[in-house]
């Protein structure tokens, strides 16, 4: 619970003994994900709104370029082949729809880019 599927995978990859993990069933919660996901207007479970702090030209591998202070939608922190990429879509300033997608550095490395 309120972990992103990029920590949720990261911790569960820590473990190296013995694990027991508590299940707290909200089957409501979990019906509504799946119709997302069968109807493609997810691709997982996450989602939550970022402001970006830098400005990174459009990429090689296909990343999205985004400006100072874009406010993105992240939808994906784990998509499939990157493990320093979330997806999202830039989100327009006042209508709040999410406008063009595609793929930005993660936390993380938005970090290392940050601080080059």
Known sequence: EDSTLEEATWALGQVTGMCHLSLRPRQADYEALLQQLQTS??????SFYIRVNLSIPAGAGG????????VLHVTNTLPAGA???WHASRVHPRQLLDLQ???VPNYYRAQQLLIR
């Open 41 to 46: 207007e997810t691709s997982s479970g996450d």
């Open 83 to 85: 493990d320093d990429l």
């Open 101 to 103: 997608s595609g793929t």
């Open 63 to 70: 990343t999205m370029a985004v400006s100072c202070n874009d």
